[in-house]
């Protein structure tokens, strides 16, 4: 097997082959990549002892980088900008020695000297690099080490050796090297690798390689997105995290919506948090949060001035442009006294969360005037929905607890009138969502569950409960308080609901099978139409004040995120940015096809493959099947906490299935998930992965790998007990006891209220005992790993570690990834790196039978 992956690697198109090698041996790098060489110069007082009683000399130039070199990918005649007046050029060279010869002998020099490593697996190395002249030596961007020293020509050129930890990927090794004038020896470099006897190495000039781990975590981001009054300009925030701690470089753009042309550029560290843009002119305000409190900036493009709206706000939250502009209506927090006695009395289930008491007041800010008045108070937050067209009234809801519906709150929407400050209430429903006020301020657009107003928004068959995770939207007539459910025979469920330019259109961001599609409803002919967007997933969208102009932000299945404008009235669209475009240039990635098959039961379940870039239909590759499983699909977005693409580019196959209960399949297919919990996806899973590697012969059957997490980290555990057609399952953050995960997740009981409806462990014990995977724990048959946040408010930790101490003591191949002081999403840049490379050496191990990765981090 270590030979038919040594072959794969091989036969990439792309790379330029220079050497090969796979025995214990030594070799020498034969072709460089070379910048430069370029003078530098001495600072000034160089000579004059400093406070350490040192003076600078040509070594201490090592320690200071002339250039950034983070995100480097040199490549043969690529440009490098070194002053106004002098481009440096990438040139390559195949020789053993390199040697440079300086512009002037008397003057110090530098040269950068580069090449690329790729790794088919895992492996260790040594890399020595000689030279007379002092050098750095970076992997992957990073400096790793140095040659401080200089040797005269008698004597042996020196060397620094490091030891090379490579996984599966192409790794750029550069060294940076400094020419002292004062040393008679030639200015050369010359470097050597020497590996173990598994080690699979292709050294190349050529930048283009397959996703690897770095390049996803370090990818741009591009968030707040948003438009004008008038449609002309659209704002967002561009984030490049960058290694060590990821925090990296972020700014604001803002860009022409016709052209994607860049209007003004905010850098240099303004927080320019919660933008929006004023109802007129080109105007907008921003956030600054120092300390906890936070000051409100309106900023104008036209006049280049920017005036504080509110000071040093404490516990300030969000805030609503009236459609006027002539107020501003914003939210602060209260919290009762700490209580430092470390003992209390709950009172209310949800008092277990720590930020429960924590309360959400309305305030007005009058513009330009500057006054501020409080408009709610109460035990109760008020969370504002809208502001109705006219600026009289606030939509408004509170939530209270109410043990005896489901999902045991409900929500209370209200209207306040600003000018009289009387309330009225409009409804009290289980389920609730957001609301709109429509732009003629006759109707109401709410969206939420579909008994959010009881039967009319359910569309299940008699006997069947609705899955209210199946996002409605609905029509609320406020002279008539009659409710319009306009989503009741259309299948995706509703994401985002936006008002057009007038009260006869509406936008919806849709969860529509694996994708996020954008439609277009209107009301007088009660008819949903679909948008075409440039994207496989919309993730943001905004619309101008005259329904005229859309900017929308999204991704596909290998194609990281994208800004576009729409021009509604033309059907005209324009991409407004593409910040990965240069920095995923050199990657590439593999094809991707749409999979279904038809389960025994005789419903159709959707899925998708992702390829590896370099697959051949003449060999075998490992399988991941990767599922949730609970009441959304997987969509095709790019990248994410679990990045198929990544998988992909690793050598195996990924495989994604939408088992039943997901939601955009209609509210019949979503009903499903209700009081299964995972009997019925657990078959289809396994159906399916049998069909799947029936219908693809170059799918080995013997190298199965399962992974989900949450309700999918669960349906790892269940298939484990139920299945022994997996060679390794990963779980992470799965329940293992549904009864405790029911009793002590912060949402357990609620989620539970809806995946259970009116079912309890007291009247199922079939679903709360007979389907939890720690009852049957002793059926595993198949290493599985265990991965959780220690601090998962979700899921609790202890739904893994039960099921981990089972396995443990029945003996059974297993491991336990704890992350410490993460929650049930691993964010922290660093920890999010470690937890993925424990997948994928967990992966490696039982997939590709090369242990070697799992066993450098964790041993055997």
Same mark, same amino acid.
């Given at each position: 097997?270590?030979?038919?992956?040594?072959?794969?690697?091989?036969?990439?198109?792309?790379?330029?082959?220079?050497?090969?090698?796979?025995?214990?041996?030594?070799?020498?790098?034969?072709?460089?990549?070379?910048?430069?060489?370029?003078?530098?110069?001495?600072?000034?007082?160089?000579?004059?002892?400093?406070?350490?009683?040192?003076?600078?000399?040509?070594?201490?130039?090592?320690?200071?980088?002339?250039?950034?070199?983070?995100?480097?990918?040199?490549?043969?005649?690529?440009?490098?900008?070194?002053?106004?007046?002098?481009?440096?050029?990438?040139?390559?060279?195949?020789?053993?020695?390199?040697?440079?010869?300086?512009?002037?002998?008397?003057?110090?020099?530098?040269?950068?000297?580069?090449?690329?490593?790729?790794?088919?697996?895992?492996?260790?190395?040594?890399?020595?690099?000689?030279?007379?002249?002092?050098?750095?030596?970076?992997?992957?961007?990073?400096?790793?080490?140095?040659?401080?020293?200089?040797?005269?020509?008698?004597?042996?050129?020196?060397?620094?050796?490091?030891?090379?930890?490579?996984?599966?990927?192409?790794?750029?090794?550069?060294?940076?090297?400094?020419?002292?004038?004062?040393?008679?020896?030639?200015?050369?470099?010359?470097?050597?690798?020497?590996?173990?006897?598994?080690?699979?190495?292709?050294?190349?000039?050529?930048?283009?390689?397959?996703?690897?781990?770095?390049?996803?975590?370090?990818?741009?981001?591009?968030?707040?997105?948003?438009?004008?009054?008038?449609?002309?300009?659209?704002?967002?925030?561009?984030?490049?995290?960058?290694?060590?701690?990821?925090?990296?470089?972020?700014?604001?753009?803002?860009?022409?919506?016709?052209?994607?042309?860049?209007?003004?550029?905010?850098?240099?560290?303004?927080?320019?948090?919660?933008?929006?843009?004023?109802?007129?002119?080109?105007?907008?305000?921003?956030?600054?949060?120092?300390?906890?409190?936070?000051?409100?900036?309106?900023?104008?493009?036209?006049?280049?001035?920017?005036?504080?709206? &509110?000071?040093? #706000?404490?516990?300030? $939250?969000?805030? @609503?442009?009236? !459609? +006027? =502009?002539?107020? /501003?209506?914003? %939210?602060?927090?209260?919290?009762?006294?700490?209580?430092?006695?470390?003992?209390?009395?709950?009172?209310?289930?949800?008092?277990?969360?720590?930020?429960?008491?924590?309360?959400?007041?309305?305030?007005?800010?009058?513009?330009?005037?500057?006054?501020?008045?409080?408009?709610?108070?109460?035990?109760?937050?008020?969370?504002?929905?809208?502001?109705?067209?006219?600026?009289?009234?606030?939509?408004?809801?509170?939530?209270?607890?109410?043990?005896?519906?489901?999902?045991?709150?409900?929500?209370?929407?209200?209207?306040?009138?600003?000018?009289?400050?009387?309330?009225?209430? &409009?409804?009290? #429903?289980?389920?609730? $969502?957001?609301? @709109?006020?429509? !732009? +003629? =301020?006759?109707? /109401?657009?709410? %969206?939420?569950?579909?008994?959010?107003?009881?039967?009319?928004?359910?569309?299940?068959?008699?006997?069947?409960?609705?899955?209210?995770?199946?996002?409605?939207?609905?029509?609320?007539?406020?002279?008539?308080?009659?409710?319009?459910?306009?989503?009741?025979?259309?299948?995706?469920?509703?994401?985002?609901?936006?008002?057009?330019?007038?009260?006869?259109?509406?936008?919806?961001?849709?969860?529509?099978?694996?994708?996020?599609?954008?439609?277009?409803?209107?009301?007088?002919?009660?008819?949903?139409?679909?948008?075409?967007?440039?994207?496989?997933?919309?993730?943001?969208?905004?619309?101008?004040?005259?329904?005229?102009?859309?900017?929308?932000?999204?991704?596909?299945?290998?194609?990281?995120?994208?800004?576009?404008?729409?021009?509604?009235?033309?059907?005209?669209?324009?991409?407004?940015?593409?910040?990965?475009?240069?920095?995923?240039?050199?990657?590439?990635?593999?094809?991707?096809?749409?999979?279904?098959?038809?389960?025994?039961?005789?419903?159709?379940?959707?899925?998708?493959?992702?390829?590896?870039?370099?697959?051949?239909?003449?060999?075998?590759?490992?399988?991941?099947?990767?599922?949730?499983?609970?009441?959304?699909?997987?969509?095709?977005?790019?990248?994410?906490?679990?990045?198929?693409?990544?998988?992909?580019?690793?050598?195996?196959?990924?495989?994604?299935?939408?088992?039943?209960?997901?939601?955009?399949?209609?509210?019949?297919?979503?009903?499903?998930?209700?009081?299964?919990?995972?009997?019925?996806?657990?078959?289809?899973?396994?159906?399916?992965?049998?069909?799947?590697?029936?219908?693809?012969?170059?799918?080995?059957?013997?190298?199965?790998?399962?992974?989900?997490?949450?309700?999918?980290?669960?349906?790892?555990?269940?298939?484990?007990?139920?299945?022994?057609?997996?060679?390794?399952?990963?779980?992470?953050?799965?329940?293992?006891?549904?009864?405790?995960?029911?009793?002590?997740?912060?949402?357990?009981?609620?989620?539970?209220?809806?995946?259970?409806?009116?079912?309890?462990?007291?009247?199922?014990?079939?679903?709360?005992?007979?389907?939890?995977?720690?009852?049957?724990?002793?059926?595993?048959?198949?290493?599985?790993?265990?991965?959780?946040?220690?601090?998962?408010?979700?899921?609790?930790?202890?739904?893994?570690?039960?099921?981990?101490?089972?396995?443990?003591?029945?003996?059974?191949?297993?491991?336990?990834?704890?992350?410490?002081?993460?929650?049930?999403?691993?964010?922290?840049?660093?920890?999010?790196?470690?937890?993925?490379?424990?997948?994928?050496?967990?992966?490696?191990?039982?997939?590709?039978?090369?242990?070697?990765?799992?066993?450098?981090?964790?041993?055997?």
């Amino acid at each position: 097997m270590k030979n038919k992956f040594c072959s794969l690697f091989l036969t990439l198109i792309f790379f330029l082959t220079a050497s090969v090698f796979a025995q214990e041996h030594e070799i020498q790098i034969d072709s460089w990549l070379l910048l430069g060489p370029v003078e530098i110069e001495l600072p000034v007082y160089h000579d004059v002892r400093n406070i350490k009683n040192e003076t600078f000399t040509i070594n201490d130039l090592l320690h200071h980088d002339p250039l950034d070199i983070t995100h480097w990918m040199p490549e043969n005649g690529k440009t490098v900008q070194w002053s106004a007046s002098r481009q440096l050029t990438w040139a390559s060279r195949d020789n053993d020695i390199l040697e440079f010869i300086p512009a002037d002998i008397d003057n110090p020099a530098i040269v950068w000297s580069a090449f690329y490593m790729d790794s088919g697996r895992f492996s260790e190395a040594t890399l020595t690099i000689q030279s007379h002249h002092p050098f750095a030596v970076y992997v992957n961007g990073t400096q790793r080490g140095l040659k401080a020293g200089s040797e005269n020509a008698d004597n042996e050129a020196g060397n620094h050796t490091e030891k090379l930890v490579l996984t599966q990927g192409k790794h750029l090794i550069l060294v940076r090297s400094v020419y002292n004038p004062e040393n008679d020896a030639a200015w050369t470099i010359s470097g050597t690798i020497s590996s173990n006897a598994d080690a699979e190495f292709t050294q190349s000039l050529n930048p283009l390689r397959f996703l690897d781990l770095e390049t996803l975590s370090n990818q741009p981001q591009l968030g707040s997105l948003g438009i004008s009054s008038d449609g002309s300009l659209a704002s967002m925030r561009i984030n490049f995290p960058s290694p060590p701690d990821g925090e990296g470089d972020s700014w604001l753009e803002i860009r022409e919506t016709a052209t994607g042309n860049l209007h003004r550029e905010y850098k240099g560290g303004k927080d320019f948090g919660s933008l929006q843009w004023v109802p007129e002119g080109r105007k907008f305000t921003y956030t600054e949060s120092v300390d906890g409190k936070t000051t409100l900036w309106l900023a104008d493009l036209e006049t280049g001035s920017q005036d504080r709206l &509110l000071k040093d #706000v404490s516990d300030f $939250g969000t805030y @609503r442009w009236a !459609p +006027d =502009g002539s107020f /501003i209506i914003y %939210t602060v927090s209260e919290r009762p006294d700490s209580d430092d006695s470390g003992v209390r009395l709950l009172n209310d289930l949800e008092e277990r969360r720590p930020w429960h008491f924590t309360r959400s007041f309305l305030f007005k800010l009058n513009v330009p005037e500057g006054t501020t008045r409080r408009l709610t108070a109460g035990l109760l937050t008020t969370s504002l929905h809208d502001i109705s067209p006219d600026g009289n009234k606030l939509l408004y809801s509170r939530s209270h607890i109410d043990y005896s519906i489901r999902p045991y709150t409900v929500t209370e929407y209200q209207l306040l009138d600003i000018q009289t400050m009387t309330t009225d209430s &409009l409804f009290t #429903v289980p389920f609730g $969502g957001s609301g @709109r006020f429509s !732009p +003629d =301020g006759r109707t /109401i657009l709410f %969206t939420g569950g579909p008994s959010m107003f009881g039967a009319i928004g359910t569309n299940v068959p008699d006997g069947m409960v609705a899955n209210d995770y199946d996002t409605q939207a609905y029509l609320y007539d406020i002279a008539s308080n009659v409710v319009t459910p306009i989503s009741l025979d259309f299948d995706p469920a509703i994401d985002q609901a936006l008002w057009g330019g007038d009260s006869n259109t509406i936008y919806l961001i849709t969860t529509d099978r694996s994708y996020s599609n954008l439609y277009r409803y209107d009301v007088r002919q009660q008819r949903f139409s679909k948008v075409n967007t440039e994207t496989e997933v919309v993730q943001q969208l905004a619309i101008s004040r005259n329904g005229n102009t859309v900017v929308y932000s999204g991704t596909g299945i290998s194609r990281p995120v994208q800004a576009y404008t729409l021009d509604l009235r033309r059907d005209r669209t324009v991409q407004l940015r593409n910040p990965g475009s240069d920095y995923f240039r050199h990657v590439v990635f593999g094809d991707d096809k749409s999979w279904a098959f038809t389960t025994s039961a005789g419903r159709n379940i959707d899925g998708f493959v992702y390829y590896p870039p370099d697959f051949d239909p003449e060999n075998t590759y490992p399988v991941i099947a990767y599922y949730y499983g609970g009441t959304v699909p997987v969509n095709r977005a790019f990248g994410g906490r679990y990045p198929k693409e990544l998988y992909a580019a690793k050598g195996y196959m990924v495989y994604v299935m939408q088992p039943s209960g997901a939601t955009g399949y209609g509210q019949e297919f979503s009903a499903l998930h209700v009081n299964d919990w995972g009997i019925i996806v657990a078959d289809e899973i396994i159906e399916g992965v049998n069909q799947f590697l029936d219908a693809h012969p170059y799918a080995d059957r013997e190298r199965v790998g399962a992974i989900g997490a949450s309700y999918g980290g669960f349906m790892t555990m269940l298939l484990m007990t139920r299945t022994d057609i997996f060679a390794a399952g990963v779980s992470h953050a799965g329940i293992s006891n549904i009864a405790s995960y029911w009793g002590e997740g912060f949402w357990g009981f609620q989620y539970s209220a809806i995946a259970t409806a009116y079912s309890f462990p007291w009247n199922r014990e079939d679903i709360y005992v007979g389907q939890s995977p720690l009852y049957s724990a002793d059926q595993v048959r198949t290493p599985l790993l265990f991965l959780t946040g220690m601090d998962d408010t979700n899921v609790p930790a202890g739904e893994s570690l039960q099921m981990y101490t089972a396995l443990k003591l029945l003996g059974k191949e297993t491991a336990f990834i704890a992350v410490d002081n993460q929650d049930h999403h691993i964010l922290d840049y660093n920890k999010y790196k470690l937890w993925k490379e424990s997948i994928l050496s967990w992966f490696d191990k039982y997939l590709k039978d090369q242990p070697e990765w799992w066993e450098y981090k964790y041993g055997d």
